[in-house]
């Protein structure tokens, strides 16, 4: 994945998924993208990482909600704000779960 700091021009969010205990990539993890505005109360995005635990995405201006999940792991939810032509870095160290 291509760092947020190498994304001039570009609006969104990237980050990578580890575990915690071992720093290891988590791939597959579903990443959901959900949008925090009145004008837009249902608008919801999902991908899964790649092999490297990353993901990027291209999104408007605006705060969102950023969840992760992953099986084996506890799940974590972080907000995020995103300004015009900002990439904003959200990375997430999954627990392992119960």
Same mark, same amino acid.
């Given at each position: 994945? /291509?760092? =947020?700091?190498?994304? *001039?021009?570009?609006?969104?969010?990237?980050?990578?998924?580890? /575990?915690? =205990?071992?720093?290891? *990539?988590?791939?597959?993890?579903a990443v959901e993208i959900l949008a925090v505005s009145p004008q837009r109360p249902s608008l919801a995005l999902a991908a899964i990482t790649d092999a490297g635990g990353g993901y990027v995405w291209d999104l408007e201006p605006g705060t969102w909600d950023v969840?992760?999940?992953?099986?084996?792991?506890?799940?974590a939810t972080r907000r995020i704000a995103v300004a015009a032509g900002v990439v904003v870095r959200a990375d997430f160290a999954l627990q392992p779960s119960a």
């Open positions: 994945m /291509t760092p =947020a700091s190498e994304m *001039p021009g570009r609006t969104g969010a990237a980050g990578n998924v580890i /575990t915690a =205990a071992t720093g290891a *990539p988590v791939p597959g993890a969840a992760v999940s992953a099986a084996g792991h506890a799940p």
